[in-house]
C-alpha cells in the first residue's frame, strides 16, 4: 500500500513559478512509474509528467513545452514537479499518483493505483 501527499501548490501570477512535492510511504520500487496528473473544473483529469522510479525515463504532456520539470528523491521517497513560466491556463488540481505495474510509463489515469488528495495551482493573469 503506498499513501500520497501533495504539497506546494498556491497562487501565483503568469510567469511566476512554483514547486510541488508528493510524498510517498510505503515501499516504492524501481519498476513504480510515478506521475502528475491535474484537474481544472469542467475538463478531464489530464496527465502532466511521469517519471519510473529508477530515473530511466520520464515524460512529459506536450502542453508542458519545456515549462516544468518531473524528478525524484529517492532517500526522501518524494517526486517533484517545478513549474515555470506558469500560465492561468495551468490553473488546476494537481495530483500525485502511483503505477505499481509500471511496465510503460502509462498517460492514462487508469493505470495509476494510488492518488493524492491533490493540490491547487491558480494562475492568475
Known amino acids: 500500500q503506498v499513501q500520497l501527499v501533495e504539497s506546494g501548490g498556491g497562487s501565483v501570477q503568469a510567469g511566476g513559478s512554483l514547486s510541488l512535492s508528493c510524498a510517498a510511504s510505503g515501499r516504492i520500487f524501481s519498476w513504480y512509474v510515478m506521475g502528475w496528473f491535474r484537474q481544472a473544473p469542467g475538463k478531464e483529469r489530464e496527465i502532466v509528467a511521469a517519471i519510473r522510479w529508477n530515473g530511466d525515463y520520464t515524460y512529459y504532456g506536450e502542453f508542458v513545452k519545456g515549462r516544468f520539470t518531473i524528478s525524484r528523491d529517492v532517500a526522501k521517497n518524494t517526486v517533484n514537479l517545478q513549474m515555470n513560466s506558469l500560465k492561468p491556463e495551468d490553473t488546476a488540481v494537481y495530483y500525485c499518483?502511483?503505477?505499481?505495474?509500471?511496465?510503460?510509463?502509462?498517460?492514462?489515469?487508469?493505470?495509476?493505483?494510488?492518488w493524492g488528495q491533490g493540490t491547487q495551482v491558480t494562475v492568475s493573469s
Open positions: 499518483a502511483a503505477d505499481p505495474i509500471g511496465r510503460v510509463v502509462a498517460t492514462s489515469r487508469s493505470a495509476y493505483d494510488y
